[in-house]
């Protein structure tokens, strides 16, 4: 089971990514999970997984009359308990950064 950290700014999470890479950690095992697109962050690892995306306008309006938000479709794609993935749902509402670690 994988476990995830929780970043304030994107600068905070290269700087977490840096070091794992440093300790030996491969990018194919990170994915990063946000509510905006983290251009630096996506421009300077090409190998981690990256949902993290502006919604365009037609994508929000669906949305809007969606069951399911896109909060919960991220966190249904990772292998979390109920109790984490409410945790980590509430941080994507707060704008936070999310760095999955398989």
Request: net charge negative.
């Amino acid at each position: 089971m994988g476990r995830i950290e929780v970043y304030e700014t994107e600068a905070a999470l290269i700087d977490s990514i840096v070091a794992k890479k440093d300790e030996g950690l491969k990018e194919e095992h990170m994915t990063v999970i946000a509510n905006s697109s983290l251009d630096k962050t996506i421009s300077q690892f090409k190998h981690i997984e990256n949902k993290s995306a502006d919604l365009g306008p037609l994508a929000k309006f669906i949305s809007i009359f969606s069951t399911t938000s896109r909060e919960e479709k991220l966190m249904d794609a990772l292998d979390l308990t109920d109790n984490e993935k409410n945790i980590h749902r509430k941080s994507l509402e707060d704008n936070k950064l999310l760095l999955y670690i398989e």
